[in-house]
């Protein structure tokens, strides 16, 4: 099994009112100078058959008409959890 | 006139489509692992929040049996009407273009609104709009109703006749491209709108203009 991570996020130039609503709340904690904000999600899973993530991507776990998505498959190494 | 009114798990707004749909001829619910029409003349894929909703709205639903079968029964020429999370599932299907976006202002609304019909020159053979020109006052109620299409997809649709509702000026309440309510195919069987009709057919709740859009589906059929 291979392990992957599928990030998907609104497409440019696709308004993005989440994105928008993290920007506008960072100032009032005190975060100033971040710009361009966009939220997404992220998928975690496990395929027997990696070769057919793109196609799994593109007719489920994303809406190509909306969304861009990268498939990034991990290594037993690089997924174990990290602390900061 | 005989309608079948799909019910996925998380529909809500199944039960009044049904009642609306019985004013205009016999109605039944098709569940939604059934792959059998049972021979109706039009479909309603209610409003709700079809499997969840999960991933994205309508994302899901799209895969199931009933869907499998409403695609086939749309490419014959079957008269189609997608309300709301029906609207998001029919264009997640790809039988209406465009998508449904989270609201501009990230609320869920629930008011009513008029719509601007459009789309009275229909493609020739179909009788969608064949009535006059009026706005309908009907409920909305949705929290991912920003209807979304690239500016060359929209051109189109104006061009072809295929933007079938539209909010009335400064009514536009999720920040809907072009301020467009509901779409329909190019050969004007497939209708999707994201204001609900089901919940205006009875004088008491404040309008009965939503029979008009059931009308109009019911005329579309070959």
Known sequence: MAKAR???????????????????????????????????RMVELEAEDPARLPELCEKLLANPLIEDFEIEEIDAASSAPTNP | MRWGILQFPGSCDERDALQACSLSGEARLVWHESRDLDGVDAVVVPGGFSYGDYLRAGAIARFSPAMEAVAEFAGGGGAVL????????????????????VNESLRFVCRQV????????????????????????????????????????????EANGQVAFRYAPGQNPNGSARDIAGVRNAAGNVLGLMPHPEH??????????????????????A
């Open chain 2, 82 to 101: 997608g309300i709301c999370n029906g609207f998001q599932v029919l264009c997640e299907t790809g039988l209406l273009p465009g998508a449904l976006l």
């Open chain 1, 6 to 40: 599928v990030l998907i996020r609104p497409k440019e130039g696709i308004l993005d009112p989440q994105g928008k609503a993290v920007e506008r709340a960072l100032p009032a904690l005190g975060f100033e100078g971040v710009g361009h904000v966009r939220v997404g």
């Open chain 2, 114 to 157: 008029e719509l601007q019909v459009e789309g009275l020159h229909p493609p020739q053979g179909t009788q969608f709009f064949n009535r006059p020109e009026k706005t309908l006052s009907i409920p909305a109620k949705h929290g991912e109703g920003r209807y979304w299409a690239p500016e060359e997809t929209l051109d189109a649709l």
């Open chain 2, 200 to 221: 205006a057919v009875d004088a008491m709740t404040g309008s009965t203009d939503g029979l008009r859009v059931f009308e109009a589906v019911a005329g579309a059929r």
